[in-house]
């Protein structure tokens, strides 16, 4: 089925890491966002795929055509970012009269509820969550979709819309909605107009991640590094340790006295040790260096990036081009053991996460011998003095 893609939007609640990078190209286990997302829809039975891009539209352009594709995938420009009808309504030229699956190119899917998706005539992904306010819940009776509300006080399920749709042809003629309250053209009021009209089907998904903020990106090297096999290529010395699910990918080097415990994933041109201990989930993108005595710990730290001696960083993600001075430490706990805030567009908002360190947009420099608090976000090409603590976001 022709597919779009959504992957043109700001990502500002995943600021300071969307600075320069568009948030469909921040990486999860080796690959960008969206190029899992069409990776996923393609397995799933896309038959073609249309790319909406717009913010930083060229890395995701470059990302896209520099790929084999087993079916065709174009890219459309959103010129400006109005909202997610609006983005559909930008490849609408290039669409055939006849359904179409939209996908945010921005959340991660299970591939076996993705096909049940793709099999179906009218249907949303719906995934069930305990808390659903935040979200848009779906009116659902005996599996048939009535209605999505959005962020409501007192919700009508546990089913979130997952942004994954298909809609029927007549659809195309829908997209010229009114602009939201929050004065954005919403495919929401799409889906409610399908929902009054057609049968449109809650397929339950097994799994789906969102990935908004900082720390879904965590969530989603998580899931994605878990799953891949191990493979070991590049320089490994014979006295490095790797455990369990470690990739190491070829032009990367592993120092003698390394211990990487599975999942891991160290990406091309990275250097890791000597004597250096890597753990719980960590992605190490291209290029970055982990020195003597540095212990990383379920982090993701983007390309070019360094902690080269006597740090530890634990629950955090480093963008690109940063580097910890010796002897930086994170907290990646509170006293209280309670989870660890992080302000996101200005609010406090819970991780969820009783452990979670510090956000630093690219470029961040800090000094040696400083501390940084937990849920610190420190922003693009920020820097921090030697023997600094830090107990505030700058
Ligand atoms: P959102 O997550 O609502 O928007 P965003 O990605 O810009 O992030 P933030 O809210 O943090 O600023 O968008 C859902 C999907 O739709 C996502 O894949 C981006 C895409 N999108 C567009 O393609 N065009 C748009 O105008 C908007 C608003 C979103």
Known sequence: MQTVVLAAGEGTRMRPLTANTPKPMLPVAGKPLVVRCLEDAIESGASRVVVVVGYEADAVRTAIAERDWSVPVETVTQTEQRGTADAVRTARSELEEAPFVVLNGDALYDRESLEELYDSDAAV???????????????????????????????????????????????????????????ELELTDVLQRACETTDVRSIPFDRWLDVGRPWELLAANEWKIADLD??????????????????????????????????????????????????????????????????????????????????????????????????????????????????????????????????????VRTGINCTINVGIVLSAGATVAPGETVLRDR
């Open 230 to 363: 191990r493979e070991v290529g590049g320089d490994v010395s014979d006295d490095a340790e790797l455990r369990g699910t470690v990739i190491v990918e070829n032009d990367a080097t592993i120092e003698p006295g390394v211990v990487i415990e599975g999942p891991a994933y160290v990406a091309a041109g990275s250097h890791v040790g000597p004597n250096a201990y890597v753990r719980g989930t960590t992605y190490l993108g291209p290029d970055t260096r982990v020195g003597h005595g540095v212990e990383v710990k379920n982090s993701v730290v983007m390309a070019d990036s360094a902690v080269p001696h006597l740090t530890y960083l634990g629950d955090s993600v480093l963008g690109e081009d940063v580097n910890l001075g010796a002897g930086t430490t994170v907290a990646n706990l509170r006293h209280d053991g309670e989870p660890v805030e992080l302000t996101v567009k200005g609010d406090r908002v819970s991780t969820g996460r009783r452990k979670f360190g510090i956000v630093c947009g690219d470029g």
């Open 125 to 183: 992904g719906s995934y069930r969550v305990e808390n659903p306010s935040s979200y848009g819940v779906l009116r659902v009776t005996d599996g048939r979709v009535e209605g999505v509300v959005e962020k409501p006080a007192d919700p009508p399920s546990n089913l979130v819309n997952t942004g994954a749709y298909v809609f029927p042809a007549a659809a195309l003629a829908w997209l010229d909605v009114d602009e939201s309250e929050r004065g």
